[in-house]
């Protein structure tokens, strides 16, 4: 079953803490991206990848990182310098003309 | 650059009545368009795509889309909606060469009422 998997649905953080979000897909794509969502915000872009080993920033990188080790796998890290990471986190990939969404991560600091 | 416009955060109907959900968009670049339903705490799934061709495009659960190059618009319809379409709706482009990266429009929360 193709797809792109997300885990874990829900992650609680404590202030000060890294976290990282997992991001992986079986579609065989080149693109993948993140996308933060808050509510009347629509959705923001944090980083994208074109190609293993290499990434660019996204309108809201700051505080945030990733890596592109492997085609399959797309890591967020949500680091102790985002200020609100409270939100809901959308993982997705390119195909041929539209994205393919993973369900989604709720990042919740306690 | 790009930039997609709904103009409704919100849109109450009643069920089997019909609905609108309207999108603008600016760019300077040729691009697709496409409309994405996102039920609560999932992620988006693609309803309807427009590449090229017809303006009016028909997608999944009933609904279709109509591109209007003159007016830059793509507002999404359904001519009889269920309790079940009540979700969030986003509308997105995308240009159609260089960098895949997708604008999406803040969302309009589509609820349907018994």
């Known amino acids: 079953d193709g797809g792109i998997t997300q885990s874990p649905k829900y992650l609680f953080r404590k202030e000060g803490q890294n976290v990282t979000l997992s991001c992986e897909q079986n579609?065989?794509?080149?693109?993948m991206y993140w996308y933060r969502q808050d509510p009347g915000q629509g959705l923001r872009l944090i980083y994208y990848?074109?190609?293993?080993?290499?990434?660019q920033k996204g309108d809201i990188a700051e505080g945030y990182s990733v890596s592109r080790e492997k085609k399959e796998s797309f890591p967020l890290t949500v680091t102790s310098a985002q200020k609100n990471p409270t939100a809901f986190y959308l993982c997705a990939s390119q195909g041929y003309t539209e994205a393919f969404f993973g369900q989604g991560t709720r990042l919740t600091v306690v | 650059a790009q930039s997609v416009t709904q103009l409704d955060s919100q849109v109450p109907v009643f069920e089997e009545a019909p609905v609108e959900l309207r999108c603008n968009y600016s760019s300077s670049v040729s691009v697709y368009l496409f409309w994405y339903v996102q039920y609560p705490n999932q992620g988006l799934q693609l309803l309807l795509k427009?590449?090229?061709?017809?303006?009016l495009v028909k997608g999944i659960n009933g609904f279709e889309a109509e591109f209007n190059k003159s007016q830059t618009s793509f507002h999404l319809r359904k001519p009889s909606v269920h309790i079940s379409d009540t979700a969030e709706y986003f509308c997105?482009?995308?240009?159609?060469?260089?960098?895949?990266?997708?604008?999406f429009g803040t969302g309009t929360r589509l609820k349907v009422l018994a």
């Open positions: 997105a482009v995308s240009p159609t060469s260089g960098t895949y990266k997708y604008i």
């Open positions: 990848s074109q190609i293993v080993n290499d990434f």
């Open positions: 579609l065989n794509h080149d693109a």
């Open positions: 427009y590449l090229s061709g017809s303006t």
